[in-house]
């Protein structure tokens, strides 16, 4: 798979990535054996972060591959915990020793959390020492970019937020695309959401091109040029999540796909976003 949207600094991102956010893990290997069955589909971009837990595992995975590191196009983020400039370097220094790595192709502030100016600092730093190839940021609404600009040298180079058929960010999309920031879907199949794969204009969409629904979906927004990272347990889906380059769709089925927007998100709002405190702690006897 060779689709790719250049960042505003000429690095090639490839389109469709891997999520591995609640990739199963246990004993036996049984997430180094999902990224294997990843590698074996084509993907080469992994997204990842440093609260999931997994980056060592996704390092194993990806070492048990064979391939060269410069295969692959990796992802991490820094948690809200560790927002500011030494915080922000030092955990950015631990995910790419638990990754097995000593640059990272795109490294991301996971939320506008406090001190988020800093971490910024701290990311432009690693970029021009060569230790980041694209640096940006997830959850940010315009405000926080607004704000960012005012205090930052480098503009960011994507905004990684929740995106799906049913919460399409049309605001949010105009004005990254006016400052050329590249939007990177996440929860790109809405989460799995059942009403959304029930959806009847999907679904006849999708009957239409004897593609599924997730195939549509991730089709949709390819077409409108963001980056998607699907996460997937099942071999089966894995694969499926791959095969969307043989089929297209018609400017009238993007048409009916526009007007599912109901501007309702699925997950939390990046706005006033509180983290629980007892959640940090579980995660890092993770970590
Ligand atoms: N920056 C952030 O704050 C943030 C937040 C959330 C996620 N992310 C990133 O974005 C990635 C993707 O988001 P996500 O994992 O939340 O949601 P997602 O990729 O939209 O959906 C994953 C869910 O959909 C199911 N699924 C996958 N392929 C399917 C298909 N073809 N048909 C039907 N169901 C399918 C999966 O189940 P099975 O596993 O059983 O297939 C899983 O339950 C994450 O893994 C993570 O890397 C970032």
């Known amino acids: 798979m060779d689709m790719s949207i250049e960042a505003a600094n000429g690095v090639k991102i490839p389109q ?6 609640n990739l199963k ?7 180094e054996k999902t990224i294997n069955e990843a590698i074996k589909a084509g993907y080469r971009h992994f997204d990842t972060a440093r609260i999931y837990g997994n980056e060592q595992a996704l390092g194993r995975g990806i070492e048990d591959s064979g391939l060269p590191r410069e295969d692959f196009f990796l992802t991490s983020k820094v948690w809200t915990t560790d927002l500011g ?5 030092q955990a950015f220094e631990h995910s790419c020793k638990k990754l097995n790595t000593t640059y990272l192709d795109m490294y991301l502030l996971h939320f506008a959390g406090p001190h988020y100016v800093d971490a910024w600092k701290a990311l432009e730093k690693l970029y021009v020492e060569g230790r980041i190839k ?11 970019l607004e704000h960012l600009k005012k205090h ?4 960011p180079m994507i905004n990684q937020i929740e995106t799906h058929p049913e919460f399409q ?4 999309r105009e004005y990254m695309s006016r400052h050329q920031i590249l939007h990177e879907a996440w929860a790109p199949l809405g989460q799995g959401n059942k009403a959304l794969f029930e959806n009847t204009e999907l679904k006849d969409i999708a009957r239409g091109h004897q593609k599924t629904v997730g195939q549509v979906i991730l089709r949709w927004h390819l077409n409108r040029e963001t980056i998607v990272i699907p996460k997937s347990s099942n071999p089966q889906r894995i694969k499926e999540n791959m095969d969307v380059l043989n089929f297209n769709l018609s400017e009238e089925d993007m048409e009916r796909i ?7 998100r699925y997950s939390v709002n990046p706005r006033g976003y509180q983290v629980n405190p007892m959640f940090v702690k579980l995660m890092k006897l993770f970590m």
């Not at 400039?85 to 370097?89: E, L, P, R």
């Not at 694209?134 to 926080?144: L, M, P, R, T, Y």
């Not at 930052?152 to 503009?155: A, D, M, P, V, Y």
């Not at 526009?258 to 309702?264: F, I, P, S």
């Open 134 to 144: 694209v640096i940006g940021v997830a959850n940010f609404e315009i405000e926080h």
């Open 85 to 89: 400039y030494w915080q922000t370097q």
């Open 258 to 264: 526009a007007r599912l927007d109901t501007g309702k």
């Open 169 to 172: 960010q049309q605001p949010l």
């Open 16 to 21: 469709l990535g891997f999520g591995v956010y």
């Open 25 to 31: 893990q246990g004993k036996n290997g049984v997430f």
């Open 152 to 155: 930052s040298e480098i503009t």
